[in-house]
């Protein structure tokens, strides 16, 4: 893939637009309670900026479905993005139409202007032709420093580009990129990846592809409970995607063919309720009581999972062991998130949860890499081409 990145291009005075992924959590009074993702843009933003770029950013922020939500504007996100970078950072009152043109227009070299929310217009997520114009008409260059928002073909991540004079990647796309296709293609082995979550469905186009290029594979979460019943163990009250069998057992079938050794739970934590105060046993994975759940790997399973990690040279993780928001069903996931840290593989780690899980750990910092975009990262570990990121390819 043939993709340029910023540093290669001529910024002064010219007026850069720059795609970033500022979809940050807020509180309820509108303060910015995670900015992983707008220091993740900082090198790309700072480096326009050094080169007397206008600097003009663009990103999205929940879901306001075409709709002004005043809960939704960027407006906390630029006032963060002003302290961090110690220099005023203006939120404009739209990201289109004719004060934004003047404003952008009357920018002066090394000025940084945030547009307003670009889902507020419906026309982003359709990828409408003639508000892509209107991005385009903002830019001299187009940046793309959002991988979390690559896997989606809307007008600021595909339409305008065709309709500005250079494009290239920012630096954390480029990071994100690299890493990713170090894992896919050149590994160092043993390869293991790691996949937790809630639903098989989320996940099976992963495994299938992971099959083809690691050397094990652990399966944990609520997408084991389905592995189990389709084996033939029983799964009590736990949630089992029953339409999905046959994919469960496509994929053990392909892995035996491939010679990848699957780790699927020996043993369980159960309880009757999802609740913090619930009663709770171990018990094995393949004798879950009736009217029971499956919240959590057990202490066997955590064991033997972490020792395929800490043999692994190359880890892939995405997806919790258990519900781990409530303590008693916590241990699988962080007994996964320490060995993963104290590995000297290289660990990439994508999904909200399980980069949630370093952090309540503390462990954020001793991985090599965590991804900012849970499904664009999926999408490309599942061999899924990203519109964001073709658009971009010169090769």
Request: hydrophobic share 45%; with cysteine; proline share 5%.
């Amino acid at each position: 893939m043939a993709v340029r990145t910023i540093d290669e291009l001529d910024l002064k005075g010219k007026r850069v637009f720059i795609r970033v992924d500022f979809n940050v959590p807020l509180d309820p009074q509108g303060k910015v309670t995670d900015d992983t993702r707008i220091q993740a843009a900082l090198p790309t933003i700072e480096l326009a900026t050094s080169k007397g770029a206008k600097v003009v950013l663009a990103s999205h922020l929940g879901r306001p479905k075409g709709k002004r939500v005043p809960e939704m504007s960027l407006a906390p996100v630029a006032q963060r993005l002003s302290e961090l970078l110690n220099r005023p950072v203006q939120v404009l009152d739209d990201c289109i139409g004719s004060e934004v043109e003047a404003a952008v227009g009357s920018m002066a070299e090394g000025e940084v202007v945030l547009l307003e929310n670009l889902r507020y217009h419906k026309q982003e997520t359709d990828n409408d032709s003639d508000f892509a114009k209107a991005l385009a008409a903002l830019a001299d260059v187009y940046v793309n420093d959002a991988f979390g928002a690559a896997h989606r073909a809307h007008a600021s991540t595909c339409g305008m580009v065709e309709f500005v004079g250079e494009a290239a990647a920012g630096f954390l796309m480029k990071k994100e990129i690299a890493y990713l296709e170090e894992a896919l293609k050149e590994p160092e082995r043993p390869f293991v990846a790691i996949l937790g979550g809630a639903k098989v469905s989320d996940k099976i186009g992963v495994a299938r592809n992971l099959l083809q290029k690691v050397n094990g594979l652990i399966i944990g979460g609520g997408m084991a409970n389905t592995f189990l019943w389709a084996a033939g163990h029983p799964t009590g009250a736990s949630r089992v995607e029953e339409d999905k069998r046959g994919d469960a057992e496509g994929v053990l079938a392909e892995a035996k063919g491939a010679s990848v050794e699957v780790l699927l739970p020996d043993d369980v934590v159960v309880a009757k309720e999802m609740t913090p105060e619930a009663e709770t046993r171990v018990v094995p994975a393949s004798e879950i009581p009736d009217g029971w759940l499956a919240l959590d790997i057990g202490p066997e399973t955590a064991r033997k999972f972490c020792d395929a990690i800490n043999k692994a040279k190359t880890i892939v993780w995405n997806g919790p062991m258990g519900v781990f928001e409530m303590a008693p069903f916590a241990s699988g996931t962080h007994e996964v998130a320490r060995a993963v840290a104290d590995s000297d593989a290289v660990s990439i780690v994508g999904g909200g949860d399980s980069v949630a899980a370093l952090e309540k750990e503390g462990l954020k910092d001793r991985v090599t890499h965590v991804s900012t975009g849970g499904g664009a990262s999926l999408e490309y570990l599942e061999g899924k081409v990203l519109p964001g990121i073709a658009i971009l390819d010169r090769s």
